[in-house]
T-cell receptor, first 116, second 109 residues
Framework: EVQLVESGGGLVQPGGSLRLSCAAS????????MHWVRQVTGKGLEWVSG???????FYPGSVKGRFTSSRENAKNSLYLQMNSLTAGDTAVYYC???WGSGMDVWGQGTTVTVSS | DIQMTQSPSSLSAFVGDRVTITCRAS??????LNWYQEKPGKAPKLLIY???TLQSGVPSRFSGSGSGTDFTLTISSLQPEDFATYYC???????????FGQGTRLEIK
């Protein structure tokens, strides 16, 4: 079964850091571009990071310089290192696989709460 | 950055109705436009990619069209399970830059 499972979410203080993980299974992880997408409760979807199959990374301006995505193909894993977190980063974070220019497989999401 | 504008932001309709949701890009994205369905507490589900290609398993009552900057998602005959929030997403520069529309909430009338 093709599956993505996120982990690592939790409560963190403003200015703190958190590292999310996404474990992939059921497909050749190393062949796919991957993404992180977040959703604030009651709001829309926001793209947070893209990482190519070769490891090249891309970010929107809202997180550039604070978030770093990486992948470890030998472990079928994707990571998102988040630094200098603010309340505005509170959201459910999803990892997603890109296929046919869309994101066809999504994890169940992991919740990040930034609060003192 | 490419901005995506969906309309309407919310929509009420009856089971059996035909509904259309529109998405406009701030610049040409050729046909790099995808549609997702989201239900409460669930991850988004890819419905249509590359403007008009139905993802495997998606019912044929869903269809997409458009090119350049203007795109539409049509549901030909609404079913009870179709009441959800729909998002468009451009992938013109993927994985370099991706943006979603703000969403259209489809409710039962």
């Amino acid at each position: 079964e093709v599956q993505l499972v996120e982990s690592g979410g939790g409560l963190v203080q403003p200015g703190g850091s958190l590292r999310l993980s996404c474990a992939a299974s059921g497909f050749t992880f190393s062949s796919y571009d991957m993404h992180w997408v977040r959703q604030v409760t009651g709001k829309g979807l926001e793209w947070v990071s893209g990482i190519g199959a070769a490891g090249d990374t891309f970010y929107p301006g809202s997180v550039k310089g604070r978030f770093t995505s990486s992948r470890e193909n030998a472990k079928n894993s994707l990571y998102l290192q988040m630094n200098s977190l603010t309340a505005g980063d509170t959201a459910v974070y999803y990892c997603a696989r890109e296929w046919g220019s869309g994101m066809d497989v999504w994890g169940q999401g992991t919740t990040v709460t930034v609060s003192s | 950055d490419i901005q995506m504008t969906q309309s309407p932001s919310s929509l009420s309709a009856f089971v059996g109705d035909r509904v259309t949701i529109t998405c406009r890009a701030s610049q040409s994205i050729t046909r790099y436009l995808n549609w997702y369905q989201e239900k409460p507490g669930k991850a988004p589900k890819l419905l249509i990619y590359a403007t008009s290609t139905l993802q495997s398993g998606v019912p044929s009552r869903f269809s997409g069209s458009g090119s350049g900057t203007d795109f539409t998602l049509t549901i030909s005959s609404l079913q009870p399970e179709d009441f959800a929030t729909y998002y468009c997403q451009q992938s013109y520069n993927t994985p370099r830059g991706i943006t979603f529309g703000q969403g259209t909430r489809l409710e039962i009338k």
